[in-house]
């Protein structure tokens, strides 16, 4: 996995580097400016070729120096070089002046304006480093205003002009991933300041992946400062993440890819032991009464293409002829109404699913209350594993507590942001006052004394521990065709199977596993896919992971 640093956990990497004397702080703006370079030059090739002309932007900080170390590199490199300065000279921290003072022996500064900008040269280039991390108030009023002016010049051939930002596009919150912005100021006209290719360094940061960070950093490219030997990662993989320092699913650890048989294959039970069937898990999954029965089989196929040994289906008895045309691997069993879950359930359900398409009522309620109460038996080692997802949370939407009451480590709770909502009101997107989806998923996890995993294209999975991950469908993984009826059902599948077998490793691991193959299989299947699509697509990822 790849840790996301806060801006804070950030500085505090470099600020220990300095001080132990391994580093300056003049070597870090050397390096990142380089780096910065380097992955434009990476990224465009051509560029690299001949000397062209760039248009650097700077601002009142370090993120402006390394902007001053762009221009001195690449005007040393032969290229025509306009430099932007936002803020007074005199003020900017030690680094970045010292930086600044080399490049005015080389070149001009002109003051960040809208005016200036309007008048100068067309670049092939432009870098912005006005603000990177650190920032979490809207831009300056003259700030938004230049940039809303570069991106309006019309300039010959305005297509080839390439953007980079250092860090991030200016603006842009590292921690949150969201814009803020000040409408009063800006006569309610919402700026958008986009970049083609986003540098930053040592690690990404959470806003890079969470809420519009996709969509304004372009691509994100990491740039390495020389900080990893004095700061390596603190989680292993298949462990829990560190408590305070998220990380991103991804087949990387350490800045290496993995071989998909290292991860996710060595922690899928199937792939790595022969067995009975018993040996890797029965799961348990909840379908509603007649016509309502699709979102509990979707659930049903993922559990068992994802591996687990059996699945049975319970339905009410007026559904089972239904179910039965339809399935035929996976068993099912009626659970007439009122009838208590140990008539069909024994300990050798090690996870159950519940919640698709069983309908926001008390008989609900009651369902989630046994199964939460089911405990290790004579032929089980843990407690089996819960999934609670759709109509099994908005059945306690009234009475958050009283689920969070009966929830225990080896829960998950599988909410959109709507159903967030009404589970954790206080922590509602309406209502975050800054926190990220990170730090509410955390306070919801320990609130409710179980996984939390709030789904969306920035899927958030946190522990009660303070643990927390972000599996991003963006950037080279995005996917638009999974925003689809029934793929939520599916992913509650996936995680279901994947931790009921005996082997399978910690729960958070497995929840981490299940949203990734969630995104290999829509990428794989491709536009036009369906929510049955999926689970029939697992063989196929499978298969192209050497699995």
Not at 192 to 219: D, E, I, M
Request: glycine residues 10%; proline residues 7%; neutral net charge.
């Amino acid at each position: 996995m790849t840790e996301l640093l806060t801006s804070a956990q950030m500085r505090a990497v470099e600020q220990a580097a300095m001080d132990s004397g391994a580093v300056t702080g003049l070597d870090l703006m050397e390096r990142a400016g380089q780096g910065v370079i380097d992955a434009a030059f990476s990224h465009w090739p051509e560029l690299a070729q001949v000397s062209h002309r760039a248009l650097v932007l700077c601002g009142p900080g370090n993120n402006g120096g390394d902007g001053f170390v762009i221009a001195r590199l690449l005007k040393d490199a032969g290229w025509e070089v306009d430099l932007f300065l936002f803020g007074d000279a005199d003020k900017l921290p030690p680094d970045a002046k010292a930086n600044y003072t080399r490049w005015t022996a080389l070149g001009g500064v002109l003051e960040l304006t809208a005016k200036n900008l309007r008048v100068a040269a067309r670049p092939d280039l432009i870098f912005d480093a006005v603000f990177g991390t650190g920032l979490t108030r809207p831009l300056p009023p003259m700030v938004q205003q230049a940039l809303a002016a570069l991106g309006k010049i019309k300039w010959k051939s305005r297509s080839s002009i390439r953007r980079v930002a250092v860090d991030c596009p200016s603006g842009l919150n590292l921690d949150t991933g969201l814009v803020p912005q000040d409408l009063e100021k800006t006569g309610d006209v919402i700026s958008t300041n986009l970049a083609q290719l986003t540098v930053t360094f040592h690690t990404p940061k959470p806003g890079h992946y969470l809420g519009v960070g996709p969509l304004v950093c372009g691509a994100v490219v990491i740039a390495d400062i020389g900080l990893r030997k004095s700061d390596p990662e603190r989680s292993m993989l298949g462990q829990p993440p560190d408590d305070s320092r998220a990380r991103l699913v991804t087949p990387v650890f350490a800045g290496s890819k993995l071989p998909p048989r290292i991860w996710p294959g060595s922690f899928i039970g199937k792939s790595r032991h022969n067995g009975h069937k018993f040996d890797h898990g029965h799961v348990m999954v909840f379908a509603g009464g007649v016509g309502r029965g699709g979102a509990g089989r979707l659930a049903a196929r993922a559990a068992l293409r994802s591996g687990a040994g059996v699945v049975t289906l319970l339905c009410p008895p007026s559904a089972l002829i239904e179910n039965a045309c339809q399935l035929d691997a996976i068993m099912l069993r009626p659970l007439a109404k009122d009838a208590p879950l140990s008539t069909v359930a024994d300990d050798r359900v090690t996870a159950y699913c519940i919640g698709p398409g069983l309908g926001v009522n008390d008989r609900t309620r009651d369902l989630v209350g046994q199964v939460l109460a089911q405990r290790a038996g004579a032929r089980a080692w843990r407690d089996p594993a819960v999934v609670l997802d759709a109509d099994a949370l908005g059945s306690f939407a009234d009475d958050p507590a009283a689920l969070f009451a009966q929830c225990h480590p080896r829960t998950v709770l599988t909410p959109h942001e709507g159903e967030f909502a009404r589970l954790f009101p206080d922590l509602a997107l309406s209502r975050r006052d800054g926190l990220s989806k990170i730090d509410v998923a955390r306070q919801a996890a320990e609130r409710a004394g179980c996984i939390v995993l709030l789904k969306g294209p920035d899927t958030v999975i946190a522990t009660p521990e303070g643990g927390a991950s972000v599996h991003a469908a963006a950037y080279d993984r995005r996917v638009p065709w999974l925003a689809t009826a029934g793929a939520g059902d599916v992913l509650a599948g996936l995680i279901a199977g994947l931790a009921a077998s005996d082997n399978s490793a910690e729960l958070i691991t497995m929840a981490e596993i299940a949203a990734y193959l969630h995104v290999e299989c829509a990428a794989s299947f491709g536009p036009g896919l369906i929510a049955e699509d999926l689970p029939e697509e697992l063989p196929k990822v499978f298969r192209a992971m050497g699995l």
